[in-house]
């Protein structure tokens, strides 16, 4: 994963710890005072709450511990399309241009422009150059781009 996605799973680690949990308990805390648990919804909505957070947390804490942290920024001057790079398409039919950066499984956020390694665009333009062109294989047909522009930011 790239540094900033990294950065992003930390930063939602210690959210989710130091100020999710807390609230949490508070708010179980203030549904055990209305009485009977057997039928208090706020304490039952509360204590899924509590199991949620707690399972991303674990889900975190994992994911974390065994990244592994590429700086994209060691491959400046590289013209192949590897992992981390920007890189800029033309669709050979509509003529749109789209930037796509490739980064690991969890930052990927295809609104973003992120996709993952592993996603068919991400795969038919690794170990390509700029000037090369790719047919990928989408849900709505096969589609063609023409590499612009490689970039390692």
């Given at each position: 994963m790239t540094a900033g996605g990294y950065a992003a799973l930390g930063e939602e680690l210690r959210r989710r710890q130091q100020e999710d949990r807390p609230r949490i308990i508070q708010q179980i805390a203030e549904a055990r005072a209305h009485g009977d648990?057997?039928?208090?919804?706020?304490y039952h909505a509360a204590k899924e709450a509590q199991s949620l957070n707690e399972g991303?947390?674990?889900?975190?804490?994992?994911?974390?511990?065994?990244?592994?942290?590429?700086?994209?920024?060691?491959?400046?001057?590289?013209?192949?399309?590897?992992?981390?790079a920007s890189v800029t398409v033309v669709d050979e039919d509509t003529e749109e241009e789209k930037t796509y950066k490739i980064v690991g499984e969890t930052e990927a956020d295809v609104k973003q422009g992120r996709v993952s390694l592993t996603s068919p665009i991400a795969r038919a333009l690794i170990g390509k150059k700029v000037g090369d062109s790719v047919e990928v294989k989408t849900p709505g047909g096969a589609k063609s781009y023409e590499i612009l522009k490689v970039a390692y930011i």
């Open positions: 648990l057997s039928e208090n919804a706020e991303r947390i674990a889900d975190l804490e994992d994911k974390l511990s065994r990244a592994e942290v590429i700086d994209v920024a060691k491959l400046a001057g590289s013209t192949t399309i590897k992992f981390g």
